[in-house]
């Protein structure tokens, strides 16, 4: 989350010194388009796994930021490695240790782990002159992880696995827009919160509204 705070202030104060406040205002917002993507994750805890998002693009909070919302979900099996940490510290409760229950990772079964996440990203967008919009960016918002398994069905371990919590993120990106309504894009995304880390490839398709949207800038 520092890193995050660290990077967006950093590259929103680029804008600001050539921009007033004034150009900055929520009232610029409007929908222009909806995209979904389809990306890869490399997470700390679980296996690497697909990932599907659905990203809104919400037009230009002043020049060059763009605001884009994302919803996003992966589905996962807890690697055999934390489920081996984990019964380890399971077995330093108190509770455990004073009816001598000693918990083998083996016990636990097969674990799977989930989360549906709602980000909100912001984007300093600028073009090239291949006709390509670059963007980099952060995002914040919360995760809801939610953790499955025959064994741990109904007991207190599937509820330790169980949580929402705030994340932070940062991303870079490209797209190009191959017809009117209809861009594609690449993201480079990498996402932190205090339950499990992971960087992401993702790749998509946005539909987008026929017009122009207020505080775009040179952006598109």
């Known amino acids: 989350m520092l890193a995050a705070s660290a990077l967006f202030a950093a590259f929103v104060a680029a804008p600001l010194n050539a921009q007033s406040l004034a150009d900055y205002d929520y009232a610029n917002l409007s929908f222009r388009g909806i995209g979904l993507d389809w990306g890869y994750i490399w997470p700390t805890k679980v296996e690497s796994t697909s990932m599907y998002s659905l990203r809104l693009d919400l037009g230009y909070l002043g020049p060059g930021i763009r605001i884009a919302p994302v919803v996003s979900y992966w589905n996962s099996k807890v690697k055999q490695s934390e489920l081996e940490r984990f019964a380890d510290q399971l077995n330093r409760l108190d509770a455990l240790q004073e009816r001598g229950v000693v918990i083998d990772a083996s016990e636990l079964g097969e674990i799977d782990w989930s989360d549906l996440s709602l980000m909100v990203d912001a984007h300093l967008v600028w073009s090239t002159p291949v006709a390509l919009l670059t963007y980099v960016g952060v995002g914040a918002g919360v995760h809801a992880l939610n953790g499955r ?35 594609i894009y690449g993201e480079a995304r990498y996402t932190l919160m205090s339950d499990v880390r992971y960087p992401a490839l993702r790749v998509g398709a946005s539909f987008m509204v026929p017009r122009t949207a207020t505080g775009s800038g040179a952006a598109r």
């Open 149 to 183: 398994g025959d064994a741990i069905a109904g007991t207190f371990v599937e509820d330790l696995l169980d949580s929402t919590t705030a994340a932070g993120a940062v991303m870079a990106g490209v797209e190009g827009e191959l017809f009117t309504a209809l861009r």
